[in-house]
């Protein structure tokens, strides 16, 4: 599996409640844009329209060799999951404060382009520095543990 684009503010934003597998119809110079390592999805989100789930705001970079008919860079693109995906997702999606996050764009083991979608609810400002506060104190514990240890070995 190679990565083309990871989203690190999916994860600082929404609290992640499930995450899946999505394909995702493009078209061939995107799919070379894709290969050549170029894209974006900080900025993209899910939503859906018609009993279909369709990605927004992906930026995928036109083919440099490309010709008149190079792709739209940010483009709305079709989704494509499994029915009873879908219908569970719709019960979701109208909760409020739920939203569909894309957090990883990648190549799987065949070669076909996929996205690791995310099914979040969103963070307050005090969720975020509760986060940091955890990650700040798990981050001291380690480093003492880790100084507790190399004293003992010593003696």
Request: glycine content about 8%; cysteine-free.
């Given at each position: 599996?190679?990565?083309?684009?990871?989203?690190?503010?999916?994860?600082?934003?929404y609290?992640?409640?499930?995450?899946?597998?999505?394909?995702?119809?493009?078209?061939?110079?995107?799919?070379?844009?894709?290969?050549?390592?170029?894209?974006?999805?900080?900025?993209?989100?899910?939503?859906?329209?018609?009993?279909?789930?369709?990605l927004?705001?992906?930026?995928?970079?036109?083919?440099?060799?490309?010709?008149?008919?190079?792709?739209?860079?940010?483009?709305?693109?079709?989704?494509?999951?499994?029915?009873?995906?879908?219908e569970?997702?719709?019960?979701?999606?109208?909760?409020?404060?739920?939203?569909?996050?894309?957090?990883?764009?990648?190549?799987?083991?065949?070669?076909?382009?996929?996205?690791?979608?995310?099914?979040?609810?969103?963070?307050?400002?005090?969720?975020?520095?509760?986060?940091?506060?955890?990650?700040?104190?798990?981050?001291?514990?380690?480093?003492?543990?880790?100084?507790?240890?190399?004293?003992?070995?010593?003696?």
């Open positions: 599996m190679s990565f083309i684009a990871t989203s690190h503010k999916a994860r600082r934003d609290e992640i409640l499930e995450t899946f597998e999505a394909g995702i119809a493009l078209t061939g110079t995107e799919v070379k844009s894709l290969r050549a390592g170029r894209a974006n999805i900080e900025e993209a989100f899910g939503r859906l329209d018609r009993g279909e789930l369709w927004f705001n992906v930026h995928i970079p036109e083919y440099a060799q490309g010709n008149i008919n190079n792709h739209n860079p940010t483009r709305t693109r079709k989704l494509l999951l499994h029915r009873d995906q879908i569970r997702l719709i019960g979701h999606l109208a909760v409020k404060g739920h939203a569909l996050v894309p957090l990883k764009l990648y190549f799987n083991k065949r070669g076909i382009a996929k996205v690791e979608m995310a099914l979040g609810r969103g963070k307050t400002q005090v969720d975020r520095r509760e986060d940091i506060k955890r990650r700040t104190a798990d981050r001291e514990i380690a480093h003492a543990m880790t100084a507790a240890l190399k004293g003992k070995q010593r003696l």
